[in-house]
């Protein structure tokens, strides 16, 4: 299990929980996880077809998923894995 | 409803003037109980737009892809006096040095220099549900009114909300 930090505004649709610890060997299969126990919750970071949202981040530890190998990045259970929403406005 | 500190919110203020005429943006931290959102403390951040364009075009199109009136190609028409952005290394250190301190992100300002604190489109439609956003409208330079806006349950609305100084 690997341990995924959503951000805090987010855990109403996960059971108010921050922490989430799902299964898996890639973010992609972090997120398939997510999104089939917690759909409300996917919709805001998926797409319809299992793709990262563009203004949605993953982080593993203090690393980027997109300066990595996307969502095939491989993770281990001593990574924190962390969601990062987009902010910006005008 | 947003309560926040009178420190939090004269450092907002503070943070605005210095900024002028750039919009200029920043966390804010504490915690959330019975749907109040109380920020104890205001964290300044860099306003990471870049006027020469950068790391944002699929973020911006996927904003003008949440519905709304505004096109990726509105969003890129205007500068940083007009425009802010947080990076994600700031988010993710302030997610992380807010859990250090026993509190969490509860939501994010910015300022609308000579504008007033209503908040645009541009801020409604990259807006995440449950937080607040706070809006300090700056008038030649001198912080002026503020007000906050959350999303509405279900709707592509922002509601202001109710300030209170504690």
């Not at chain 1, 077809?49 to 969502?71: H, M, T």
């Not at chain 2, 420190?7 to 919009?23: D, K, T, V």
Request: with cysteine; proline share 5%.
């Amino acid at each position: 299990m690997v341990s995924i930090q959503i951000p805090p505004s987010l855990s109403c649709y996960a059971e108010n929980r921050e922490t989430l610890e799902l299964p898996g060997s890639t973010v992609q299969d972090l997120l398939t996880a997510l999104r089939h126990r917690f759909p409300e919750l996917g919709r805001h970071l998926l797409r319809q077809d299992g793709s990262l949202r563009p203004y949605v981040n993953v982080f593993i530890n203090d690393e980027s998923i997109r300066g990595l190998r996307q969502l095939q990045t491989p993770v281990a259970e001593t990574d924190i894995v962390t969601v990062v929403p987009s902010i910006a406005g005008g | 409803m947003l309560r926040i500190t009178k420190e939090a919110l004269s450092a907002i203020r503070e943070h605005g003037e210095q900024g002028f005429p750039e919009e200029i943006c920043g966390l804010l931290v504490g915690y959330v109980a019975d749907e109040t959102r109380t920020a104890r403390e205001a964290w300044p951040v860099e306003n990471a737009w870049d006027d020469a364009g950068g790391d944002r075009s699929d973020a911006v199109a996927s904003f003008e892809a949440k519905g709304g009136e505004v096109t990726a190609a509105d969003w890129e028409a205007e500068g940083r006096g007009r425009r802010y952005q947080v990076s994600s290394k700031d988010i993710l250190g302030g997610m992380k040095r807010a859990r250090t301190a026993g509190m969490d992100l509860v939501g994010v300002y910015h300022t609308h220099p000579n504008h007033p604190a209503i908040a645009s489109e541009y801020d409604r439609q990259a807006a995440w549900p449950e937080w607040s956003y706070l809006i300090l409208s700056v008038r030649d330079g001198k912080a002026d009114e503020v007000k906050s806006w959350v999303l509405a349950q279900d709707q592509p609305r922002f509601d202001e909300e109710e300030i209170e100084e504690i």
